[in-house]
């Protein structure tokens, strides 16, 4: 049972640099999400998608863009990496809306320096 | 904007006492969410409450949604050092919103 995976979950970039954080499932989870969590902090949505093709933005995606081209791929893209964008990123997923609850990989965690 | 606030953002109860988490939200939605994260690992979900007087109870956790007050509340009773971590209430209007999350200690 995979469920939602994201790799890497360790990454140190150096400002000005890219990288692409990739998120998986094998639910067949129609809605995934990015969210940022800051240290001792709440999740933040950086985007979300409701099916493939179909992508939103939330609550904080400056710096950050991504594609749903499959049901199961939800890649985050950083273009030009900032101190700013250090962070614990979460990626999730869920059935549909509202139907239930999200599940979610295990982290990546990103310094920028 | 959607907001949503967590009460209070840091616990520290006594071992067998009780006690009550508490989530506003700015907007109308029935469908609620809690979520636990112990340190440095991910979440886990814990409720799931898709109603007006919805009720969900799982071990010394229970939880209610009260979707005209826009209050859902997370009840701990007779707290044991297991359940410290840190609680997430996330309301769903189409994305999922987050509050800032409770930090829970339970000591002996």
């Known amino acids: 049972n995979a469920g939602v995976t994201q790799t890497p979950k360790f990454r140190i970039l150096k400002i000005g640099q890219s990288m692409t954080l990739q998120c998986a499932q094998d639910?067949?989870?129609?809605?995934m999400y990015w969210y940022r969590q800051d240290p001792g902090m709440g999740l933040k949505l950086i985007y979300y998608s409701v099916g493939a093709g179909i992508t939103d933005k939330g609550e904080v995606p400056n710096g950050y863009n991504v594609s749903r081209s499959t049901t199961e791929d939800f890649p985050l893209r950083l273009e030009l990496a900032a101190p700013s964008q250090t962070s614990v990123y979460f990626c999730?997923?869920?059935?549909?809306?509202?139907?239930?609850?999200?599940?979610f990989g295990q982290g990546t965690r990103l310094t920028v320096v | 904007e959607l907001k949503v606030e967590q009460n209070p953002l840091f616990l520290s109860m006594q071992e067998g006492k009780n006690y009550t988490i508490y989530c506003n939200y700015s907007?109308?939605?029935?469908?609620l969410y809690w979520y636990r994260q112990d340190p440095g690992k991910s979440l886990e979900s814990l409720f799931v409450?898709?109603?007006?007087?919805a009720v969900k109870q799982e071990g010394r956790l229970m939880a209610s949604l009260d979707t005209k007050a826009r209050l859902s509340t997370l009840h701990i009773t007779a707290a044991v050092h297991d359940l410290s971590a840190t609680y997430f209430c996330a309301v769903d209007m189409g994305d999922m919103r987050f509050g800032a999350g409770t930090r829970l200690t339970v000591k002996p």
């Open positions: 907007t109308t939605s029935d469908r």
């Open positions: 639910m067949n989870h129609n809605y």
């Open positions: 409450l898709l109603s007006n007087g």
């Open positions: 999730a997923s869920s059935v549909g809306q509202g139907y239930t609850e999200a599940f």
